[in-house]
């Protein structure tokens, strides 16, 4: 019997949701009786990739999606339904374009040098009525609506049962709030190695917006909602371990913590944010995703008084107003990433952003302390990041460090369907645009 088969039975499972991440970040999934279970272990899913976003055609042939048993998580509200990451595999060979693939591809790339990627990700999301219009709770309008007591607790019938089926799945989770936008939440949990964080990244979004869709919301990650409000960011916390040597205890060490390094850093940790500084306009392309998602980044204030998203490339000490933070001397926060992001791509590119600055060992410059809001540095000293999704693509075509790094195969068929999403979607006209045009 397989792992995958003996899990299902301990667990007393009836049914296997197996499922994988597409180009996009979209769910697809699967469900899979009992019964069915060996053999879809064994030979996986099977899907027509045209029909998700894979940048394949009505012609190939069918996708398998091979479930990984350590991905196995049955849902907290339908504990006998187990969810399971799955890999893609088309004509009998793994494909490049398989975003978990290629996450682990960049984990065992850093693996070989000895490095183990851990991250956290602060998935912030907005609560909405049920068709997506406007915010639900019309009693949550305060101008900094931030750590709103009477906002959260309203909310308790979502987020408790959410920080009680994140306890229940063993992933820490140590805080809940309402965050700075009216509507808008956060819940946190513990950092781990990348690959877990990213599997569970991708459970959480399916978790929150299936909990909230029974309380008659509409859960949205979606990088800036409203042009007044705060957006959704997805911060993400990055450090490398390392074994302590092998004549050590074996116990992993944070690499990245140096007490005699600036803020307490390693020589390590700043080569990796260089190459995340060096890489970010091609970054925004993974990191930023979305047609929307460049209203959230270099945009005006909002009514709470902060976008808190970055304005440009630049990194600083323990200060929201820059690219990149260092909060304390244990790792790095990126916080260019929005709530588009997608689970996998987002780590992968971070990764090999981060492994080539390392590999090259590049420096960062010096750091910006100043309020990067109130009195932003030069673009010569803080480079613009890209202003809209077609200069981030172009400069992902341009990065050909990065792309050599991800493999071309993959850069090729996301930037396929990016660029075609990107000419349909820049060509909206909106009713807001027609209103101010009408009469020019
Ligand atoms: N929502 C902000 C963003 O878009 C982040 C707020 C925070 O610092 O938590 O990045
Ligand atoms: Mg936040």
């Given amino acids: 019997m ?63 999606a091979i479930p990984d048993p350590a991905s196995l998580t049955p849902l907290p509200w339908q504990p006998e339904v187990g969810w399971v990451a799955a890999e893609l595999v088309l004509a009998g060979m793994p494909m ?49 609506p931030c750590y709103d007591q009477l906002a959260l607790m309203r909310r308790y019938g979502l987020i408790g049962p959410l920080l009680e089926a994140m306890e229940q799945l063993g992933w820490g989770p140590y805080q809940a709030d309402h965050e700075d936008a009216n509507g808008q939440f956060e819940v946190n949990w513990t950092f781990a190695h990348a690959l877990t964080t990213a599997d569970r990244h991708a459970f959480f979004k399916v978790m929150v917006k299936t909990l909230a869709e029974q309380e008659g919301l509409k859960a949205s990650f979606m990088a800036k909602p409203f042009a007044e409000r705060t957006g959704n960011g997805c911060h993400t916390h990055l450090s490398l371990w390392g074994a302590a040597g092998t004549a050590g205890t074996g116990a992993a060490t944070n690499l990245f913590h140096d007490p005699a390094g600036e803020l307490g850093l390693s020589a390590l940790a700043y080569q990796f944010l260089a190459g995340l500084l060096e890489h970010a306009p091609a970054l925004c392309a ?19 008084g902060a976008t808190w998203s970055p304005a440009g490339i630049s990194y600083c000490g323990n200060n929201r107003t820059h690219m990149l933070r260092i909060p304390d001397d244990q790792r790095l926060e990126l916080r260019l990433p929005d709530g588009s992001a ?26 910006h302390d100043n309020d990067n809001y109130a009195a932003p540095l030069g673009p010569e000293i803080c480079p613009r990041l890209p202003a809209d999704l077609g200069e981030a693509l172009d400069a992902f075509a341009a990065d050909t460090r990065l792309r050599q790094g991800l493999g071309e195969e993959f850069c090729q068929a996301y930037e396929h369907l990016r660029r075609r999403q990107w000419q349909r979607e820049r060509g909206d006209i909106s009713d807001a645009e027609r209103l101010a045009c009408l009469d020019s």
């Fill in 2 to 64: 397989t792992d995958l088969a003996r899990q299902a039975r301990e667990l007393q499972l009836k049914f296997l949701l197996i499922s994988f991440t597409d180009l996009f970040g979209i769910q697809r999934a699967k469900l899979v009786p009992a019964s069915a279970i060996p053999a879809m272990a064994r030979d996986g899913a099977g899907f027509a990739g045209f029909a998700a976003w894979l940048d394949l055609s009505p012609a190939d042939g069918d996708v398998m």
């Fill in 96 to 144: 490049a374009q398989c975003p978990r693939r290629l996450l682990r591809r960049q984990l065992e790339r850093a693996e070989a040098l000895g490095y183990e990627l851990r991250s956290g990700v602060e998935a912030e999301f907005f609560l909405l009525g049920a068709d997506g219009g406007g915010i639900a709770d019309p009693a949550d309008h305060q101008e900094k």
């Fill in 286 to 304: 993974l990191t930023n995703p979305t047609v929307n998602s460049y209203r959230r980044l270099a945009a005006p204030p909002t009514t709470s």
């Fill in 342 to 367: 997608h689970p996998y791509l987002l780590q992968a590119a971070i990764l090999a952003a981060g492994l080539d600055g390392i590999e090259r060992q590049l420096e960062p410059g010096p750091r």
